[in-house]
């Protein structure tokens, strides 16, 4: 018995999330089934990160135990014959048989994608968000040094959030503007249900000029996910990749 790592990426408009579903398609649940069937043995990945809906991923990582023959640097490209054009393992390797992608430090890096112009770009609709209005790029930069560090990043999580902590480290927040594109670039150690969106969603209300920069730290004291701004769709947001520490 042999544990395989895969890094997949995933275009995820079509999907229900990372995970299993009772009533919708899953990464998870494509990964499953056709893994079994390329190794002929029941196959159940372990994902690194659980991306909701709609939500895309260029480097997502997951795990699975297999007896198979298979080098496994070859199974990437066996499994990629039978896997849909949206689903992509783009490297297998073999890994400690404990090796868990939850259980060890990392950090994570994600990007959220921003279309700031004034007609929409029908090429650019499955991995970004159209927004309308002109956007103070500086001032989304200047809010977003105040969530760099440690914190209780309560304000910025939903609810439905089942964490045992909501302390969080983010090591790197960027704001960047090329042509009519905006990308906010967060790295952390762990993010909470839908942080970076909320987080997104905040800084999109700093550019627009509905809040000022410095209010941020107010919502961090706060705790108080109702202080925080609008959850960003998920159409803009990609998980760059996880690097294992």
Known sequence: ???????????????????????????????????????GEEIKVIGASRTDAGVHAMGNVCVFDTDTRIPPEKISYALNQSLPEDIVVQQSREVAPDFHPRKCESRKTYEYRILNRTMRDPNCRRNTYFYHWELDVAAMQEAGTFLIGEHDYQSFCSPATEAETTVRTIHALAVEKEGDLITIRITGNGFLYNMVRIITGTLLEVGSGKRKPDEIAEILKKKDRAAAGPTAPACGLTLMGIAFL
């Open 1 to 39: 018995m042999k544990r395989i790592l895969l890094i997949i990426a995933y275009d995820g408009t079509e999907y229900c999330g990372w995970q299993i579903q009772p009533n919708g398609v899953t990464i998870e649940a494509v990964l499953n089934r056709e893994l079994t069937r390329l190794l």
